[in-house]
Every structure is written in structure tokens, then in C-alpha cells.
């Protein structure tokens, strides 16, 4: 009987074997000892062709600007909301008084604040209370140093108002909600949402 093909192939000497054994121990030990950097450089050597090159660079590049507009965006906006707080200090002028809220209760959160500022600042009952948006509320009450502003939004807030493009009269009143109700007294006001 013949022997099979890949019996020549079994036919090392011990040392040969051993020898064999050390040398691919000693490489699986290299791999591990340098944790595989040698397999990530040649991966790395191989696929280099197929890398996008310059196309990456305009990512990063492009990805950069998208964020410089952003940023400029951002700062044009504050820069606009900085120049309406200007514009109402040149038209209320010396009669305004800048006061910071000093509490909101989470339950009322529609209805009252109460400011930093009162009596002794020349805060009293009935003054308009206004924010860079406009008018947001009036002065319930005060103490010397605090003030209590019933918001517009509160549900015992009634104020006139005036349309100036329809020429119509109305009524804001409050609902407890961030959007009060406006209620004309002309059946056709001929006013439109925004």
C-alpha cells in the first residue's frame, strides 16, 4: 500500500519541529507584544489607494465653515436682541428703571414675578412693565426694595389694546398660558395670525 500524499510533509525531525514551534511562537508573541501595530501599518500601507485623500480634507473643511457660520449667525442674532435693549433705553430714557426677577413661582408661572426693585427706586402700583418683546405685565405691588408684576398671561390680566393697521380697538386677556387671548370689539377685524 502506497502512503497518502502528505505523508513527506510529516517526515521533520524533532528539531525541525521544535524550531518550528519557537519561530511562530516567537512571531504570535511579537504580535502581542506589540499588540498588532505591525498588522495596522500594513493594513494601512495596503489600503492607502482607496483613502479619499483631498476629498477628506474638504470634509473637514466645509465641517469647519458650517461651524464659523453657525458661530456668526449666533452672534448676529445677540448683536440684534443687544441693539433692541439699546433702542428702549433711548426711548424711555431716564424714566426706566432696570430691575432683575428675583422669584417665579413654578405653580404661577403665567401669572405673577416679583423684582428686585421697589418703592425706594421709584417703582409704584400701576407702572407698565416691559421686556425686549414689549409690555409683558404691570405692577401689583410693592415693598420698598420688591415688586410684584401681574403678568399679562394671568387670568385676572385685562388690558385695552389698540390695532394700528385695522384701527380697532380690543381686549389682551390673560389665560394662565404663554398666549393670551386677544378679543376685538368689531365682529370683522380684518386681522390676520402674526
Avoid: C
Avoid at 32 to 57: E, H, M, V
Avoid at 131 to 146: C, F, N, Q
Wanted: aromatic fraction near 10%; avoid cysteine.
Amino acid at each position: 500500500m502506497a502512503p497518502p500524499f502528505w505523508a513527506p510533509f510529516f517526515r521533520v525531525s524533532l528539531l525541525s519541529r521544535i524550531w518550528l514551534l519557537l519561530v511562530f511562537g516567537g512571531v504570535f508573541y511579537f504580535i502581542r507584544w506589540t499588540k498588532g501595530a505591525g498588522f495596522s501599518d500594513a493594513y494601512a500601507l495596503i489600503t492607502r489607494p482607496f483613502w479619499p485623500g483631498s476629498a477628506q480634507s474638504e470634509w473637514l473643511k466645509s465641517a469647519e465653515d458650517l461651524g464659523n457660520q453657525t458661530k456668526i449667525l449666533l452672534l448676529e442674532k445677540d448683536n440684534q436682541r443687544l441693539r433692541r435693549l439699546l433702542d428702549l433705553d433711548k426711548e424711555f430714557g431716564k424714566k426706566r428703571v432696570s430691575a432683575p426677577v428675583i422669584f417665579r413661582s413654578p405653580k404661577g408661572w403665567w401669572h405673577q414675578i416679583e423684582i428686585g426693585k421697589g418703592q425706594s427706586h421709584g417703582i409704584q402700583t400701576g407702572n407698565a412693565v416691559i421686556a425686549p418683546g414689549g409690555l409683558i405685565g404691570r405692577i401689583e405691588s410693592t415693598t420698598a426694595i420688591t415688586a410684584r408684576v401681574r403678568l399679562l398671561t394671568s387670568p385676572m390680566s385685562r388690558i385695552g389694546v389698540w390695532s394700528p393697521r385695522t384701527n380697532q380697538h380690543g381686549m389682551l386677556t390673560g389665560v394662565g398660558t404663554n398666549r393670551p387671548r386677544l378679543r376685538l370689539f368689531d365682529k370683522d377685524s380684518g386681522l390676520l395670525p402674526g
